[in-house]
């Protein structure tokens, strides 16, 4: 079972959107209809914080900024609108394996 | 407000053991799923195990299987990692985290583990 992230680097200017794409070797819908695709964040020095669950529901305190999308294979992480507290590496984890993707590093140009 | 605080990493040999503790406080312990992710230095995330609210149900990752145990106290509000058989590469930070909606929803600050000789 594989999680493919990309890009792996992402450089982004302050105010501009961001998108990291997750992708599965194999269909994540589990047997009781859930998907179970979530989106960790990690700022440097800091432990993961989970911003996404199921794909799309954000995390009490996530800024609306952030949004999760997908389905099947496919998934997207979007930023609307990049901060300097955005920066980070973020991980896309299927739960039920919990099996995590490579990480993309997110860093402000 | 949801505090998990692990303890117990530090520098073992090869070969050696070590038992690492993560103190849950801030919501009833004994509801969650507790699971275990580490992280080696400058590299990505990796399940350890995790295990279910009254500790009968449990699972390893690929690397460690057979040389992990994890276990909880639910009286004392912790989880624990038994680590047997060390090998250099399990060298990490150890981040125990609350299981919810399978995926880990609160996360500690981690303990470094550094198995060298």
């Known amino acids: 079972f594989l999680l493919t992230q990309s890009p792996l680097s992402l450089p982004v200017t302050l105010g501009q959107p961001a998108s990291i794409s997750c992708r599965s070797n194999e269909s994540l819908v589990n047997n009781d209809g859930k998907t179970y695709l979530n989106w960790l964040q990690q700022r440097p020095g800091q432990s993961p914080r989970r911003l996404i669950y199921?794909?799309?529901y954000r995390d009490s305190g996530v800024p609306d900024r952030f949004s999760g999308s997908g389905s099947g294979t496919d998934f997207t992480l979007k930023i609307s609108r990049v901060e300097a507290e955005d920066v980070g590496v973020y991980f896309c984890m299927q739960g039920t394996r919990w099996a995590f993707g490579q990480g993309t590093n997110v860093e402000i140009k | 407000e949801v505090d998990l605080v692990e303890s117990g990493g530090g520098l073992v040999q090869p070969g050696g053991s070590i038992i690492l503790s993560c103190a849950a406080s801030g919501f009833t312990f004994r509801d969650y799923w507790m699971s275990w992710v580490r992280q080696s230095p400058g590299k990505g995330l990796e399940y350890v195990a995790n295990m279910n609210q009254d500790g009968r149900e449990k699972y390893y990752g690929h690397s460690v299987g057979g040389r992990f145990t994890i276990s909880r106290d639910n009286d004392r509000n912790s989880l624990y990692l038994q680590m047997n058989s060390l090998r250099v590469e399990d060298t990490a930070r150890y981040y125990c985290?609350?299981?919810?909606?399978?995926?880990?929803?609160?996360w500690g600050q981690g303990t470094l583990v550094t198995v060298s000789s």
């Open positions: 985290a609350r299981g919810d909606n399978f995926s880990g929803d609160s």
């Open positions: 199921q794909v799309s």
